[in-house]
């Protein structure tokens, strides 16, 4: 059974902090996503990750950055926080190829105040 | 760009009752088309997929049917129940974009007793 893990369910940072958020899959999966989810806007890609070392800007790379050092982790970093960082942030992982299943984790609710 | 649209927004229906849910695709090479239900406070899950050379798949009480020359494919729920209440995202992969999914902003379903 896949496992998709995030290392908070809530966070509550200040502007201006740095924020680290972990991902960690236990399937070898090569590609990991981050997303971050808004009422009314679904699901938009800020970043992924095809194998370690390697990231790519997704639709909303703004404002954050992305480590992949593991192939089995992928942290998403607020390098300032702001208020408008405000969200659901969920990561994914799926392993390469077109057709395979992509698996969620439970997300991490981020509030920057 | 890459774009999947996705109607309606909201969409209420008496227990028994049919739903459908409805979206389009813009890339013409896209060949795999998941589902996924996210129930509240939940991470999003595949409740099926179809892959661009059927038309039709179904698995009990959901369907999913694909018409690759209208560039659109839609969900199809029968005999709802209270607990297919949540919210519920198309996808689309993009080829030309790494094989990463592109997600339809979501369908809030209510299934009213």
């Known amino acids: 059974d896949v496992k998709v893990t995030q290392s908070s369910r809530y966070l509550v940072k200040r502007t201006g902090e740095k924020v680290f958020l972990e991902c960690v899959q236990d399937?070898?999966?090569?590609?990991m996503f981050w997303y971050r989810q808004d009422p009314g806007l679904g699901l938009r890609l800020i970043y992924f990750?095809?194998?370690?070392?390697?990231?790519e800007k997704g639709d909303i790379p703004e404002g954050y950055s992305v480590s992949r050092e593991k192939k089995e982790r992928f942290s998403l970093i607020l390098e300032s926080a702001s208020t408008n960082q405000t969200s659901m942030y969920l990561c994914?992982?799926?392993?390469?190829?077109?057709?395979?299943?992509?698996?969620f984790g439970p997300g991490t609710r981020l509030t920057v105040t | 760009g890459e774009n999947v649209e996705q109607h309606p927004s909201t969409l209420s229906v008496q227990e028994g009752d049919s739903a459908v849910i409805k979206c389009t695709y813009s890339?013409?090479?896209?060949?795999?088309f998941p589902w996924y239900k996210q129930e509240l406070g939940k991470r999003p899950q595949l409740i099926i997929d179809?892959?661009?050379?059927?038309g039709e798949k179904k698995d009990q009480r959901i369907a999913v049917t694909l018409n690759k020359t209208a560039k659109h494919f839609s969900l199809h729920i029968t005999e709802t129940q209270p607990e297919d209440s949540a919210v519920y995202f198309c996808?689309?992969?993009?080829?030309?974009?790494?094989?990463?999914?592109?997600f339809g902003t979501g369908t809030q379903l209510k299934v009213e007793l």
């Open positions: 994914a992982s799926r392993n390469s190829g077109s057709l395979n299943e992509q698996y």
């Open positions: 996808a689309a992969i993009f080829t030309g974009g790494g094989n990463k999914l592109t």
């Open positions: 990750s095809y194998d370690v070392k390697m990231k």
């Open positions: 179809i892959r661009s050379n059927v």
């Open positions: 890339d013409s090479a896209s060949n795999y």
């Open positions: 399937m070898d999966h090569e590609n």
